[in-house]
């Protein structure tokens, strides 16, 4: 964005400390500022690149997540697949929009009903037993959400740029619909559609047939979804993309659906994408050796295969990164398969 720039952090670094003060002693010494800045100067903003997590995670980690999730669905960040196979950012007419905002919904008035349920029961603080007893009732006694308590709240729920200007009737149309979603998802039983089923629905039938969703359920199952967008959750590489004449500066996205070229330079803030490879149908094969990175990629609309040579320092790190998504992708894939299965042994037998 202008007047923002992008970069990744070390480990170990004390962000707040280093970062900050590294900053505030370059503007003094560019723009010769001697008085205190103020404190709105400078906007630090930390982001995880990636939504590879390990097997157990602080619940801080898990809202910070979500936060972020929430920012890249509510901004604009958020993608998906037009009919055309193009990449462009969600209407009124997407189904997915409407889950999504049910299910933010939801974690918010799961939260705010177990924070007053705690307020009303101890003044002091409750233990962690008693705590969880609370949210396994909260799980069973949500039931409904009123529109009337969306109200001037369709900005959280919703795109931004759907909503600015919005008023009136089509405003109350939309906290109906939220509100509808909610209850189609979260208390009536999913209809198993097949391939057919979009995928919000399919991530939260498969959680629904183990547990009763709660807030942090919701928070991972909201976070297991905006994840799978090209532009969200994603680490950017520098790299040039190589033949024998020449070479062309591109920027590598990776994120868990696949790799994504763009071009170098931005133009009105934003990347434009000249190619994505999936892992489900798209990348073959990858190989690092020193600074080199070869793709084997398959053309979607051609089905020929390539290899694609890009130059760059962190050739090892994207080789790494992406044999650790190919593999929880896989996973995924058979999982997936298996319930096929079933479901097809199901039907033979009926």
Same mark, same amino acid.
């Given at each position: 964005?202008?007047?923002?720039?992008?970069?990744?952090?070390?480990?170990?670094?004390?962000?707040?400390?280093?970062?900050?003060?590294?900053? +505030?002693?370059?503007?003094?010494?560019?723009?010769?500022?001697?008085?205190?800045?103020?404190? =709105?100067?400078?906007?630090?903003?930390?982001? #995880?690149?990636?939504?590879?997590?390990?097997?157990?995670?602080?619940?801080?980690?898990? =809202?910070?997540?979500?936060?972020?999730?929430?920012?890249?669905?509510?901004?604009?960040?958020?993608?998906?697949?037009?009919?055309?196979?193009?990449?462009?950012?969600?209407?009124?007419?997407?189904? $997915?929009?409407?889950?999504?905002?049910?299910?933010?919904?939801?974690?918010?008035?799961?939260?705010?009903?177990?924070?007053?349920?705690?307020?009303?029961?101890? $003044?002091?603080?409750?233990?962690?037993?008693?705590?969880?007893?609370?949210?396994?009732?909260?799980?069973?006694?949500? +039931?409904?959400?009123?529109?009337?308590?969306?109200?001037?709240? +369709?900005?959280?729920?919703?795109?931004?740029?759907?909503?600015?200007?919005?008023?009136?009737?089509?405003?109350? $149309?939309?906290?109906?619909?939220?509100?509808?979603?909610?209850?189609?998802?979260?208390?009536? +039983?999913?209809?198993?559609?097949?391939?057919?089923?979009?995928? =919000?629905?399919?991530?939260?039938?498969?959680?629904?047939?183990?547990?009763?969703?709660?807030?942090?359920?919701?928070?991972?199952?909201?976070?297991?979804?905006?994840?799978?967008?090209?532009?969200?959750?994603?680490?950017?590489?520098?790299?040039?993309?190589?033949?024998? $004449?020449?070479?062309?500066?591109?920027?590598?996205?990776?994120?868990?659906?696949?790799?994504?070229?763009?071009?170098?330079?931005?133009?009105?803030?934003?990347?434009?994408?000249?190619?994505?490879?999936?892992?489900?149908?798209?990348?073959?094969?990858?190989?690092?050796?020193?600074?080199?990175?070869?793709?084997?990629?398959?053309?979607?609309?051609?089905?020929?295969?390539?290899?694609?040579?890009?130059?760059?320092?962190?050739?090892?790190?994207?080789? =790494?990164?992406?044999?650790?998504?190919?593999?929880?992708?896989?996973?995924?894939? #058979?999982?997936?398969?298996?319930?096929?299965?079933?479901?097809?042994?199901?039907?033979?037998?009926?």
């Amino acid at each position: 964005m202008p007047g923002l720039r992008e970069r990744k952090l070390p480990a170990g670094e004390a962000v707040v400390d280093q970062t900050m003060l590294k900053w +505030e002693v370059a503007t003094r010494a560019r723009y010769g500022m001697v008085a205190a800045l103020p404190e =709105t100067h400078f906007k630090l903003t930390l982001r #995880k690149f990636t939504s590879l997590v390990g097997t157990t995670r602080a619940k801080e980690e898990m =809202t910070l997540e979500y936060q972020q999730a929430l920012t890249n669905f509510k901004e604009g960040s958020f993608c998906v697949e037009g009919d055309d196979g193009e990449v462009v950012r969600p209407d009124e007419s997407n189904e $997915e929009v409407w889950d999504l905002a049910a299910w933010a919904a939801f974690k918010e008035a799961f939260d705010t009903r177990l924070k007053n349920a705690q307020a009303e029961e101890a $003044e002091g603080d409750l233990n962690a037993e008693r705590i969880r007893e609370i949210q396994r009732m909260l799980e069973q006694s949500i +039931e409904e959400l009123d529109p009337n308590d969306l109200k001037d709240r +369709e900005g959280e729920y919703l795109p931004r740029a759907w909503w600015d200007g919005e008023e009136g009737g089509k405003l109350d $149309e939309w906290r109906k619909k939220i509100c509808t979603r909610f209850k189609e998802l979260l208390v009536d +039983e999913i209809v198993d559609m097949g391939d057919g089923m979009r995928l =919000t629905a399919r991530l939260l039938m498969d959680f629904r047939m183990d547990a009763d969703p709660n807030s942090y359920a919701i928070g991972n199952l909201f976070v297991d979804r905006i994840r799978r967008a090209p532009s969200c959750f994603a680490m950017q590489f520098l790299a040039s993309i190589w033949t024998q $004449e020449h070479s062309h500066p591109v920027v590598l996205q990776l994120n868990y659906v696949g790799l994504h070229i763009y071009t170098a330079r931005a133009s009105s803030g934003r990347l434009n994408l000249l190619a994505s490879f999936y892992f489900t149908d798209s990348l073959v094969s990858w190989l690092a050796l020193y600074d080199m990175l070869t793709l084997h990629v398959v053309r979607s609309k051609t089905k020929q295969s390539a290899k694609l040579h890009f130059l760059t320092r962190e050739a090892m790190q994207i080789k =790494t990164l992406l044999s650790r998504y190919s593999e929880a992708v896989l996973d995924e894939l #058979k999982k997936i398969d298996k319930e096929k299965a079933l479901r097809k042994k199901l039907e033979d037998r009926s």
